[in-house]
């Protein structure tokens, strides 16, 4: 499992890149699979 500080990390930059997409709906998408990827490669490391 990941350190509180490392998921807080993580989900700053989330947001800063959210933020810095202004709106573009190709980037915004690109974020959240890219994400969801890191999020299932954690997960299976954790099993």
Do not use: F, H
Not at 11 to 17: A, M, P, R, S
Not at 19 to 42: F, H, T
């Amino acid at each position: 499992m990941k350190k509180n500080t490392d998921q807080t990390s993580e989900g700053l930059n989330q947001i800063i890149e959210i933020m810095n997409a202004n709106g573009d709906v190709g980037e915004l998408e690109e974020i959240v699979e890219k994400y969801k990827q890191d999020e299932a490669s954690q997960s299976e490391k954790d099993l």
